[in-house]
């Protein structure tokens, strides 16, 4: 029987990144993967693969849309080559994952595939595709077994015209009218690409608004960015049935009771994600399971049982990448002795779509409902010479500060490039600046980050200098 000091069961960015740094710790790791490929759902059917076809299309949406004003001539039709889009994608998330496998070989992590579940605290049987198995034993293990696409009671995912994102990242064709269920994150990128490659979309979300999470700022403004681009909105629409019928149709009720109907060629079912602990048999080893699903944990990440630590997805909090890659860390520095933190008021939540939408800290919503007195500056895209340069004018940027204290609470940005831009804003945070310090801080120009500079201008003193 093998033993090792740390066993990470699941090889998401929350579990490889994990696995990396308690190999950099001196522990002797091993990470297990039901799949014959490593990264989760981030790098095989999550963030990797959606952004590589929001490139792909984007780049298609430019060229028949916009090269003409760039005075780019383009004789004959632009077509698009789905296969070739999907493929390309396939190269791309392939490069990703054997660039993990790569990672685990240099720090030396033994890599085991086959479902990993517990035997009992200390023991963890691997079982192999061709039926053999393995008992490992561990010191200490990190569960991150991450999350899968949850959906409705009623709805029955069908993979073929009622799909998840796994699905949607792997059409065939482009579908004439897509109807997305969840005017969520996934829903609207996956949305979008589709959008862009000529399909009529439309989104039916619950709540009166998207991207419901976000500022209502940004929601509005994406409305209005993603309406102009021919996406259309069903907000404050309950889906009551989707059925088959050829292709698909969905029935959803508004607030006064009345019933739509929409047909469509394909449903993209995006209602959010659910922890996945199926197979793990958390039960052997006595790890509580919450009503909802989630691998319960305290402040250190750690279980109901001492040597069992859990992460991302899995848990609660945000389902993010990065989210998950912080806890990695986190739980393997714990288990060094070390005494890591992680401010999750500082774990920044990102849209690809374009223009991208991306936040950090607090917003204007929550800082109301918890009475605290703020400021607001903002700057609209438009204003700068970097997005008249390029032609991506819409958006913004807001900071919220306190209106004592001038310190930054929080930044909402939607405008070109802006999942990039917020780092800045989670590292003035992260060392409590005020708006005041980034007002005072050189930007280049001409770049959009120049609407953050010009934002803390406006909180700081209403001065910003060209609006
Ligand atoms: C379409 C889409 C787009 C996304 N885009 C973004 C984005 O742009 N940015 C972002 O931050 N987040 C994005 N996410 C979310 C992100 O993918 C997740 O938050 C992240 O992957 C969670 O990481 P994790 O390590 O917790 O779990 P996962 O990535 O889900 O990995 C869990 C792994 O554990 C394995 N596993 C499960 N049970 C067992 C077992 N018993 N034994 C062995 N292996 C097991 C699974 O096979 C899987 O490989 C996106 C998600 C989707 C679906």
């Known amino acids: 029987m093998s033993a090792f000091d740390v066993v990470v069961i699941g090889s998401g960015p929350g579990g490889y990144v994990a696995a990396i740094r308690c190999a950099q710790l001196g522990f002797k790791t091993a990470i297990i993967e039901k799949y014959s490929t490593l990264g989760g759902t981030c790098l095989n059917v999550g963030c990797i693969p959606s952004k590589a076809l929001l490139d792909s299309s984007h780049h298609y949406y430019d060229a028949v849309s916009h090269f003409k004003e760039h005075g780019i001539d383009i004789s004959g039709e632009i077509k698009v080559n789905i296969e070739q889009m999907i493929a390309r994608k396939a190269s791309v998330v392939d490069q990703n994952v054997s660039g993990i496998k790569y990672l685990m070989d240099k720090n030396k992590i033994t890599v085991f595939e086959g479902l990993g579940s517990f035997e009992d605290a200390t023991h963890i049987k691997v079982s192999k595709a061709d039926g053999s198995s393995e008992i490992l034993e561990a010191k200490n293990t990190i569960i991150a077994t991450g999350s899968k696409p949850s959906t409705l009671p009623f709805i029955k995912i069908d993979k073929q015209r009622i799909i998840t994102s796994t699905e949607a990242l792997k059409l065939t064709e482009v579908p004439k009218h897509l109807i997305v269920i969840g005017g969520g994150v996934i829903g609207l990128e996956l949305g979008q690409v589709y959008l862009r490659l000529g399909a009529q979309v439309s989104v039916v979300e619950y709540l009166d608004r998207i991207i419901p999470g976000m500022d209502a700022g940004l929601s509005k403004e994406l409305t209005k960015v993603l309406k102009k681009q021919g996406m259309k909105f069903y907000t404050s629409h309950k889906v009551k049935s989707v059925e088959r019928n050829g292709g698909v149709v969905v029935q959803a009720e508004n607030a006064k009771g009345e019933t739509i109907t929409l047909e469509g060629d394909y449903a993209l079912v995006s209602v959010g994600r659910k922890a996945y602990t199926e197979g793990l048999a958390a039960d052997k080893a006595g790890v509580k399971i919450s009503d909802r699903g989630l691998v319960e944990v305290n402040d250190h990440l750690q279980t109901n049982v001492p040597n069992i630590y859990a992460i991302g997805d899995v848990i609660k ?21 070390q005494k890591p933190h992680i401010d999750y008021n500082l774990i920044p939540g990102v849209v690809y779509t374009w223009p991208e939408v991306a936040a950090v800290g607090k917003t204007e919503e929550q800082l109301k409902a918890a009475g605290i007195e703020y400021k607001t500056g903002s700057f609209p895209m438009k204003a700068l010479g970097r997005s008249r340069a390029s032609g991506d004018t819409d958006g913004f940027v807001k900071i919220l500060a306190d209106a004592k204290t001038d310190e930054v609470l929080g930044v909402h940005m939607i405008g070109a490039r802006v999942a990039d831009l917020i780092a800045e ?43």
């Open 317 to 337: 909090g945000a389902m993010l990448a990065h989210k998950a890659e912080e806890e990695g860390v986190f739980v393997a520095e714990t288990l060094a002795g």
């Open 425 to 467: 804003a989670v590292t003035a945070m992260e060392f409590k600046a005020s708006a005041e310090d980034i007002a005072r801080m050189s930007h280049a120009h001409p770049t959009y980050a120049e609407a953050v500079k010009e934002a803390a201008l406006d909180a700081t003193e209403k001065r910003s200098i060209h609006m």
